[in-house]
Nanobody, 119 residues
Framework: QVQLVESGGDLVQPGGSLRLSCAAS????????MNWYRQAQGKQRELVAG???????KYLDSVKGRFSISRDNAKNTMYLQMNSLKPEDTAVYYC?????????????WGQGTQVTVSS
C-alpha cells in the first residue's frame, strides 16, 4: 500500500519559516520524481517545486530564493524548507510522487498539510 504523509504545516507569522516533510512508503522512492504542490482556497492547484531523482528541476517563480526542496532517499522522505513566508503562501501543500514514464504506472498524492501565514 502506497502512502505519502505530509507534516509540518502550521500557522506562522509573515517572515517566518516552516519545514514540510513528506514521508513515503510502498514505493521505490529513489526512482520517483517528487513534487510539492499547493492549493489556496478558491484557486487551482499549482506546482511549487519539483525534484528529479537527484536534481532540482523547477521552482514556482514566486517562491524562488525563499523555498528549497530536498530529498533523503535513505529515509524515503522529501522536504520543503520555506523561509520568508508571505500571506500569499497560505495554502494546503501536497506531496506528489511521479514514477518514471517508462513504467506506465500512476502517480500518488498525499492528503495535504495546511500552511497559514498570518499575523
Amino acid at each position: 500500500q502506497v502512502q505519502l504523509v505530509e507534516s509540518g504545516g502550521d500557522l506562522v507569522q509573515p517572515g517566518g519559516s516552516l519545514r514540510l516533510s513528506c514521508a513515503a512508503s510502498g514505493i521505490f522512492f529513489s526512482a520517483y520524481y517528487m513534487n510539492w504542490y499547493r492549493q489556496a482556497q478558491g484557486k487551482q492547484r499549482e506546482l511549487v517545486a519539483g525534484l528529479t531523482r537527484g536534481d532540482v528541476f523547477k521552482y514556482l517563480d514566486s517562491v524562488k530564493g525563499r523555498f528549497s526542496i530536498s530529498r533523503d532517499n535513505a529515509k524515503n522522505t522529501m522536504y520543503l524548507q520555506m523561509n520568508s513566508l508571505k500571506p500569499e503562501d497560505t495554502a494546503v501543500y501536497y506531496c506528489n510522487a511521479v514514477p518514471p514514464t517508462t513504467w506506465g504506472t500512476r502517480d500518488y498524492w498525499g492528503q495535504g498539510t495546511q500552511v497559514t501565514v498570518s499575523s
